[in-house]
Each structure stands twice: as C-alpha cells, then as structure tokens.
C-alpha cells in the first residue's frame, strides 16, 4: 500500500488537531460516546453522495450539520440530555444510510478510503480544520467556565446557547473532516481516545489540549506510516496507535508518580 498523498496527509495532520481540541472539550462535558454516535449521523449523507455522485465529503458535512442543528435545537426546547438526542439520531441515521447504500459503496462510508480526495475537498478540509483550531484555542476558556457555571459565564456578556451551538458546529465539522480517512466507524475514536489521553495526562487546560493533539496528531501519522508499510487498513491502524498511547499513559504517569515518591522519601 502507498502513502496517501502529501496534501491528504497534511488535512489528516490538520484534522487530528482539530479532533484533539474537540476532544478535551468533549471528554470534560461528558461527549465522549457521543462523538462516535454522531459520526454515524453522517452515514446517510455519504450514501446520498455516493447515489447521485458528488463529493461524500460535501454529503457527510451536510448531513452533520443537519444533526447538529436538530440536537442542538431538541437540546434546548425540550431539555433532554445531549448525549440521549445524539443516540437517537445515530440509531436513525444508521438504519437509513444502511438502506442507501450496500456492498462496496456501505464499507467505504464505514471504513474511510484515503487518497481518495479532490483539490476542491482538500482546500475546504483545510480551511474547516484552521477554522475549528483558531475557534476552539479562543473560545477555550468560555467553554470551561460554561460548563463550571452557565450564570457565571453569562456574566461575562456570552451567550451560552450560542456557545454551545458554536461548539456543536465545531464537533460535526471534525467529525466530517475525518470521514474519508479514516471512515463513519472510526472517526469519533479520534476525538475520545486522544481527549481521553490528554485529560489525564494534562494537569492544565492548555497542557490537556497539548497532550491531545500531539496524541492524536502522532497516532494519525504514526498509524498512517505502520499500515502503508504493513499493507493494512489505515483507519484501523490509526485507532490502534491512539489507544495503545492512552494504555502506555497510564503506566507512565503512574510510574513517574512513583519515581517523585521515592525521590520525595529519599529527601
């Protein structure tokens, strides 16, 4: 299998950022399943795409976007939990994109195919990407106080239903960006493993969100290289990465722990 070509590695890199900022955003309000559910959201779009061929990418953001304005607006009309309006809408969107599309077209969507990528994709993937990225390191601080205190947030003149929508616009964009690398089944492990992984890691928000970019980005590339030269899948491979670094930093941070104790008793 060949390396994907240098622009789609260089929207995977900028895509696996954004998914590591996402995701320490995800993980603390509690997302973290839901991410993986609302991939799924974007199956029937892919599959419409795919029907009347144009660009599954433009069909999964569509379809994403949709979803999100629907749980976002089920969200705060009807107060039901984010998480149970996300499950809902994957359970739906995964019946209908099963009966749009079958066979090699259904594996594709699940799977991802990269290298698969237009100029005109790749440009809008890396324009979305640099959009999430400079939203999510600005509005960081906002996003926390939110989820600490609502009032207090909206002391400070924010509007949190707009916050929150900006937020929400933010993960489906992610997601989308993901799908054709790494596919409907995988992309939402982009954004748990690494937010996981940073979460623990960090003992700052900002050193939370380096950890998680800088795992999800090095899983990206790593797993990318380790499935060309294995002649695997690259999803599959890219996931493996990321959760074999969330295991490795649980025996780190626990046995640096143990080093600063033995130093501390030494003393």
């Known amino acids: 299998m ?10 995977a890199l900028f895509m696996s950022a954004a998914a590591g900022l996402v995701g320490s ?26 029907l009347f061929h144009f660009s599954p990418m433009l069909g999964g953001f569509v379809a994403l976007i949709g979803g999100t304005l629907i749980v976002w607006a089920l969200e705060y009309r009807t107060r ?13 969107a995964l019946a209908v994109g099963s009966l749009l599309a079958s ?43 939110r989820l600490v205190s609502p009032d207090l947030v909206r002391t400070l003149g924010v509007n949190v239903a707009k916050l929150d929508l900006l937020f ?10 993901g799908l054709r690398y790494l596919g409907v089944l995988l992309m939402g492990s982009l954004i748990i493993i690494p937010g996981t992984t ?21 899983s990206t590339l790593l797993g990318t290289v380790i499935a060309t ?20 930093s649980l025996f780190l941070r626990r046995r640096g722990r143990r080093a600063i104790r033995v130093a501390a008793l030494r003393r």
């Not at 929400?168 to 960006?177: D, G, N, P, R, Y």
């Open 2 to 11: 060949q390396m994907p070509p240098i622009s789609d590695l260089l929207l």
């Open 168 to 177: 929400l616009m933010a993960f489906a964009l992610t997601v989308a960006l």
């Open 229 to 248: 030269r294995a002649n695997i899948a690259i999803g599959p491979a890219v996931i493996a990465v990321a959760a074999l670094g969330f295991f490795a």
């Open 80 to 92: 039901i939990p984010t998480e149970a309006v996300i499950g809902v809408l994957f359970s739906a």
């Open 25 to 50: 955003i995800a993980v603390m309000r509690r997302m973290a399943l839901a991410s993986d559910a609302l991939s799924h959201v974007a199956l029937p779009g892919i599959a419409l795409a795919m």
């Open 103 to 145: 066979g090699e077209d259904l594996l594709e969507a699940l799977l991802g195919v990269p290298g698969s990528m237009g100029g005109v994709d790749t440009v809008f993937g890396l324009i979305s990407a640099a959009l999430v990225i400079v939203f999510m390191v600005r509005a960081r601080s906002r996003l926390v106080i």
């Open 198 to 218: 940073g979460m623990y890691l960090g003992r700052s928000l900002r050193s939370m969100q380096v950890a998680a970019v800088a795992s999800a980005a090095g």
